[in-house]
T-cell receptor, first 109, second 113 residues
Framework: KNEVEQSPQNLTAQEGEFITINCSYSVGISALHWLQQHPGGGIVSLFMLSSGKKKHGRLIATINIQEKHSSLHITASHPRDSAVYICAVRSHNTDKLIFGTGTRLQVFP | EPEVTQTPSHQVTQMGQEVILRCVPISNHLYFYWYRQILGQKVEFLVSFYNNEISEKSEIFDDQFSVERPDGSNFTLKIRSTKLEDSAMYFC???????????FGPGTRLTVT
């Protein structure tokens, strides 16, 4: 069983829709990261969080430590949001990131 | 805005050859990482480096791999004798401190033939 599970694996949306991507993990963590991987392969860090909620523009990330669950929300989605979104966790007493398999998002005009 | 850079963007090599992948982390960052992503698979941690030594490594990071920070700016990953299964995208990352997020480089695509 993977230590980090994401759902859905694939997601299509119409421009303007509200998007939610979920991440569940099975280990105790010190931080959770949301990353965006573009079609060319580059990875951009969106959020690092260890509790509560963070917002940046149209992106919102939440985490529930007790339930070992995080969500990434995109409001008013746009075709340029099309990418793979990856959840990664850093477990306690380690510096290594454990990655989920990613959620491929396509937003159509 | 400062960014992590990697060279080359694409490297093709023959099986058994040595390759060195280069990274220039952000200048005031202290923690450095290498990850790899085999085509169609998830990103995997290889190694972390802090204070001029390896702080953690994965099972993938065997004796064929080594890392070095030869000067104040570069951070390299060497694969001594490449195998077909080393073909992947290799990402370098760095961060300022334990409390901050990691910044990823654009990756080097390694193709072993």
């Amino acid at each position: 069983k993977n230590e980090v599970e994401q759902s859905p694996q694939n997601l299509t949306a119409q421009e303007g829709e509200f998007i939610t991507i979920n991440c569940s993990y099975s280990v105790g963590i010190s931080a959770l990261h949301w990353l965006q991987q573009h079609p060319g392969g580059g990875i951009v860090s969106l959020f690092m969080l260890s509790s509560g909620k963070k917002k940046h523009g149209r992106l919102i990330a939440t985490i529930n430590i007790q339930e070992k669950h995080s969500s990434l929300h995109i409001t008013a989605s746009h075709p340029r949001d099309s990418a793979v979104y990856i959840c990664a966790v850093r477990s306690h007493n380690t510096d290594k990131l454990i990655f989920g398999t990613g959620t491929r998002l396509q937003v159509f005009p | 805005e400062p960014e992590v850079t990697q060279t080359p963007s694409h490297q093709v090599t023959q099986m058994g050859q040595e390759v060195i992948l280069r990274c220039v982390p952000i200048s005031n960052h202290l923690y450095f990482y290498w990850y790899r992503q085999i085509l169609g698979q998830k990103v995997e941690f290889l190694v972390s480096f802090y204070n001029n030594e390896i702080s953690e490594k994965s099972e993938i990071f065997d004796d064929q791999f080594s890392v070095e920070r030869p000067d104040g700016s570069n951070f390299t990953l060497k694969i001594r004798s490449t195998k077909l299964e080393d073909s992947a995208m290799y990402f370098c990352a760095s961060r300022q401190s334990y409390l901050y997020e990691q910044y990823f480089g654009p990756g080097t695509r390694l193709t072993v033939t």
